[in-house]
Each structure stands twice: as C-alpha cells, then as structure tokens.
C-alpha cells in the first residue's frame, strides 16, 4: 500500500515477489506519476492497481505492507488481517547488529556519519593486515534505501544503520518477536525493535498536521528505546526531551550536550560536549578520563553538525572503539547529498543544497552554519508549524529568496515584522536561482534551505533539491 518514489515500497514489492509471494501494489497516485517506480519493477509478475484502492483486496490479502506516509486510522488497514512495513519485515529477520537513530533534526546527517565511521573502521587494518572488525556495515531506512535491499546479505558480524521516521517508529508500536531459543515457550518474547546503540537527535515541532500535538509526535520517538534494556546504550540530547528520554529508557543513557538547549547542563552532567562553538567534542570515558573524539575542524560546516557527530561518537565508543579510531573516522565524514550539500561554485560563489532542512529551526541553523552571511532560497508548504525561528534567522542571510507555499505565506508577515527584505514568492525554480545568483558575489555561499515540505511545486523534498542543483548549474 503505497508504492511510493523514494525506495521502501518498491523494494517490499521487489523483496517478496523475488521471495515467493503473490504482490499487488496499490497507489492513489496514478501510472505517470509512479512510472520510475512500475519500470524498475516490471520485470516481476505484480499486478497493479493505481489511482486509486480497492477494499476487496485488502480483505483478501494475508499481509498488507504499508507506506510509513499512510495513516494508521485508514479505513483500508481496518479491514486488513496482518499489517506489516518494510521496516517490521526486515526486524523480523535481521541478524546484524543494529543501531537506530530518530529525531527532528540531523537525524539524515548522524545516521550517515555512523555508517561512514563503521565502514571506515572495517577499512582498517591491523599490524597483522587483518582487519580490525569483521563484517561490513549498511545503512537504510528513512533515509529513502530500504534495508530490505541487503537483508539476504546480513550476517551477525555486520553492523545495521537505520534512520528511523516517526511514522516508521510508531508502526513498530507494541511489536514483538519470539526471544531466540526459546521455541518450548511461546509466551518469552522481546520487542521487534531492540537497538544495540539508540541516538535521538534534536526533537523539535515537525508534522503537527499529522500529530496535533508535540506529546503525541515524541510518544512515537520514544519507541525507539521502550524495547532496549541494560545491555544497550541511549544517547540523547541535553535538552528537556532528551532528559526524559534519558529517565525513561532502560538502556543505559548518555547525554550529549545539545548547543542552545534551553537549560545548559554542567560537564559533571554530560557524557559529551562541544568546547565551544568552534571547538572539539569531547567525551567522557568509562573510566573518568576525558578524550577528543570530534575534531576542531569538520568537513560540513555548522555547530549542529559537530553535535550530530558527538552522539556518533558516543556510541561508536559504546562499542568498544578507541577515541583516536572514532575522531579520525568522524573527521572525514564529508556530509550527505541533500544536507548543507556543496555541489557547484562560479564566479567564487559556491551553492548548496539542503533541501531536506523541512522544518523552520533547520533552514535557521543552515543560516548559522556560515562564516559569512548566506544567500538564502526558502519557503514552501506549511506543516502547521510556528516559523518564528526561521524569521529571526533570515535577518543574518545578505538576501533571502522565497519559493511560493502556504509556509511562505506564514512566513511573510514574521519576516516584515522583523524587517527582514526578500525578493519573490517565486512559483517557478528558474526565477528564484536567477534572483539568488543576482544577489551573490564572490565569496558568498547561496544555499536552498526551505524550512517546509516541498508538495505543490515538487514531487517531494529531493526531487526539490535535485531540480535545484541542475537548475543552479545550468543557470549559474
């Protein structure tokens, strides 16, 4: 149910049609929209049912695999017998260490830096030229790859990264599995989602047109630790969400300084923490010692790049990896398509894509991330979300550039009231690079930082910022 453009519900279909079972894909969306996806798939017997769905065959059908994006309260699931995502599917049968990462903001960016630093480790050899960890490491989930494209590849000495969406999260509600070796007794189970290493980034107002309120967004956050118990780590923020993760979670917690947290926490607190804005990440070792483990200079630019790496670093130290091995592997993290992406330069200008910045505080911090003052392209559909932030930060940007929505909108009245200038709203892409090459010169960064969905306009938030980046190098 929902086949979707980014990857989880083509590859479901792919997985159990190359597996043995009988697939119908059903989509609201009609054959023009959905055809990349049908075309990759039409070499395997699935019949389709598009623009629109059928009741008959969700009360046929022996499982129904969701798409995260479908509500939970959809009268189509009520007449379903099993619902199951690719997600639970692939929670079923993984036998790879697993490592989970939520949150509002840098959670695309912190799962990324964790597979790079674990398969940058396996790359490493010792003295002997062995290697100095077995297996390989993989990355999936919300970050549009889904983990069955490498489950019938796993082993128990591979490593799993799986960035996780709080729609994904709140499917795995209450689910659980048999404890393994416990077949003479069927009441011993544990829950699906049982990660080694839990990171929980930066909680802020997102999809409250879907929630209403933050409590019930954050209740579907908080399962990515209610199956975890002392043998597992928790990492969290020191703000107030992540202090209540941190009370609540039988995992063991750890604590990273979050910068701007609303009460700042003495190192005596932290398990890790920022020297500074420009300064290293430093951690606090099982044994008392402090080590640096986030160098002073990264390679992405902006200090909540620094605090998604420190939560990295916890947990890879968790696992009983040196501080010298864990900051030299997180010092070449060299950032992630989509996320403050540079991709093009002319003239001294160089651009930037960060389309996947979909809340307001996101596009702030890109705002923040510069030495000098950015050329900004931002604006786009609102998801109930209060756009304050973003306002302020715009005063900081040389110019800012507004794409059309019903975010732009909102956003508007705060800008004036701040007496912060723009040019546009622009409800065409080409404008906009044109007005935001017009406002740059040499040595400015321009970066699409829309702080907003990107539905109207644009298929989603990376067709958003793939059109943005050919647009910028054919123009610019």
Known sequence: MGLGLNGGGLEAARYLATHGAQVTVTDLRDERVLRPSIQALEDLPIR???????????????????????????????????????????????????????????????????YWALAALRNKTSRSQSPLFPGKAYLGGNITVSPLTFLDQLTAE???????????????????????????????????????????????????????????????????????????????????????????????????????????????ELDG???????????????????????????????????????????????????????????????????????????????YNDTAATIPEAAAAAVEAFDTNPVLVTGGTDKNLDFSPLARACKKAKAVILLAGTGTEKLIPLLQAEGVSFQGPYDNLDRAVLAAISAAQRGDPVVLSPGCTSFGMFLNEFDRGNKWKEAVQRLG
Not at 187 to 193: E, H, I
Not at 281 to 303: F, H, N, Q, Y
Not at 330 to 348: V, W
């Open 273 to 351: 923490w920022l020297a500074g804005p420009q300064g290293p990440g430093m951690a606090r070792l099982s044994d008392g010692s402090i080590a640096e483990v986030v160098p002073e200079k990264t390679l992405v630019p902006g200090i909540h790049q620094k605090q998604n790496l420190l939560a990295c670093a916890l947990g890879l130290l968790d696992i009983g990896i040196s501080p010298d091995l864990v900051r030299e592997a997180l010092g070449t993290f060299s950032g992630i398509e989509h996320r403050l992406e540079f991709f093009f330069e002319n003239r001294g200008i160089r651009f």
């Open 48 to 114: 389709f049912v598009l623009g629109r769905h059928e009741i008959a065959d969700f009360k046929s059908a022996d499982v129904v695999v969701k798409n995260p994006a479908v509500r939970p309260d959809s009268p189509y699931l009520a007449a379903a017998r099993r619902i199951e995502t690719d997600i639970s599917i692939f929670l079923q049968e993984n036998p790879a260490r697993l490592f989970a990462v939520t949150g509002s903001k840098g959670k695309s960016s912190t799962s990324s830096a964790l």
């Open 158 to 268: 591979d490593d799993v990264v799986l960035e996780l969406s709080s729609w994904q999260l709140g499917d795995l509600r209450g689910r659980t599995v048999p404890v393994q070796g416990s077949e003479g007794d069927k009441s011993r189970t544990r829950a699906l989602l049982k990660p080694r290493v839990a990171i929980l980034t930066t909680i802020l107002p997102d999809h409250l047109d879907r929630y209403g309120t933050m409590e019930a967004y954050v209740a579907d956050k908080r399962v990515i630790y209610q199956g975890q118990d002392e043998q597992d780590v928790t990492i969290v923020g020191s703000d107030s969400w992540g202090r209540s993760f941190a009370m609540e979670t039988r995992g063991r917690p750890r604590i990273y300084q979050t910068w701007g947290a609303d009460q700042v926490r003495s190192r005596q």
